[in-house]
Every structure is written in structure tokens, then in C-alpha cells.
């Protein structure tokens, strides 16, 4: 059984910056990739990206490329995903999950948070 919990959505004006969090825990969370996905209203779910604490990752969405940094803090057992140059389009819910391989299909993944808002006006 793996617990992730998010943190860290907001409301933020077009241009700024966020970073979330998703904490996991579990007997065996350490064998799991940890992904990010995200789903805005009246949208189909979006993987963001993917990576596993031993430090591969999959490729960022186009949509986030160059804007979005995933990292890791092994000894917190927390992966983040800091958000910059955010665009009102980035808004949606913002879910981590777990899968026991990296992936960018969301079948794939097991374990989901609660997920957490995030919000970008402009």
C-alpha cells in the first residue's frame, strides 16, 4: 500500500509560480515511480511527468517544457514539482500517483492523491 498525499495549489496570478508537493509513505512507496498528472474541467487527465527515486525520469509534457521542474528529496520521501511562468491553461487539479514502473499512462499508475487545485487567472 502506497499513501501520497499533495500539497502546495493555490491561486496565482499568470506569470507566477508554485510548487507542489506529494508526500508518499507506505511499506513499499520506494519501488514506485511517482508521476504527475493534471486535469482541468471538461478535460481528459494529462501526464505532466514521471520519475523514480532512484533519479530517472520521463520526458516533460510539451505543454510544461521548460516552465515545470520535478525533483525528488529521497530523505523526505517527497517529489515536487515547482511551477514557473504559470498560464491560465495550467489550471486543473494536480494529482501525484504511483505505479510500480515509470510511465506516462495514467492505467498504468495504482495509487493516486487526493489531488490539489491549482488556479492561474490572469
Known amino acids: 500500500q502506497v499513501r501520497l498525499v499533495e500539497s502546495g495549489g493555490g491561486l496565482v496570478q499568470a506569470g507566477g509560480s508554485l510548487r507542489l508537493s506529494c508526500a508518499a509513505s507506505?511499506?513499499?512507496?520506494?519501488?514506485?515511480?511517482i508521476s504527475w498528472f493534471r486535469q482541468a474541467p471538461g478535460k481528459e487527465r494529462e501526464f505532466v511527468v514521471a520519475?523514480?527515486?532512484?533519479?530517472?525520469?520521463?520526458p516533460y509534457a510539451d505543454s510544461v517544457k521548460g516552465r515545470f521542474t520535478c525533483s525528488r528529496d529521497n530523505a523526505e520521501n517527497t517529489v515536487y514539482l515547482q511551477m514557473n511562468f504559470l498560464k491560465p491553461e495550467d489550471t486543473a487539479v494536480y494529482y501525484c500517483?504511483?505505479?510500480?514502473?515509470?510511465?506516462?499512462?495514467?492505467?498504468?499508475?495504482?495509487?493516486w492523491g487526493q489531488g490539489t487545485q491549482v488556479t492561474v487567472f490572469s
Open positions: 500517483a504511483a505505479a510500480p514502473m515509470l510511465s506516462n499512462n495514467a492505467y498504468e499508475y495504482t495509487y
Open positions: 507506505g511499506r513499499t512507496f520506494s519501488g514506485y515511480a
Open positions: 520519475t523514480t527515486w532512484s533519479g530517472r525520469s520521463t
